[in-house]
């Protein structure tokens, strides 16, 4: 299995930028897809961006498409999500999960995660 850490969490204005980065442990890294998901309070959790094993492909949540960018390193067997342009509306509490196949994006298709960092953009 593998153990994942989020961290980079924080409050910012609208407009403003944060990066998240998703530290993983355990079994090789490059074995997973990585994916961000995001669950706001009282909402379900929904899927916001995962990139494959190699980092070749990439997906995106149509309303972050342009502001948000994943990326890995599978040497530091990190994941980062870099976001700009922060909204209110991107409030959540931000995870980072491993699957074995990449184009999942339904939370329940994820074997591991991590605790989770708060993402708090005032308006």
């Known amino acids: 299995q593998v153990q994942l850490a989020e961290s980079g969490g924080g409050l910012v204005q609208d407009g403003g930028s944060l990066r998240l980065s998703c530290a993983a442990s355990g079994r090789t890294f490059s074995d997973y897809t990585i994916a961000w998901f995001r669950q706001a309070a009282g909402k379900e959790r929904e899927f916001v961006a995962s990139?494959?094993?190699?980092?070749?492909?990439?997906s995106y949540l149509d309303s972050v498409k342009g502001r948000f960018t994943i990326s890995r390193d599978n040497d530091k067997n990190t994941v980062v999500l870099e976001m700009n342009d922060l909204k209110p509306e991107d409030t959540a509490l931000y995870y980072c999960a491993a699957a074995v196949q990449f184009g999942w994006r339904h939370h329940s298709r994820y074997n591991y995660w991590g605790q989770g960092t708060q993402v708090t953009v005032s308006s």
């Open positions: 990139i494959s094993r190699g980092g070749g492909l990439t």
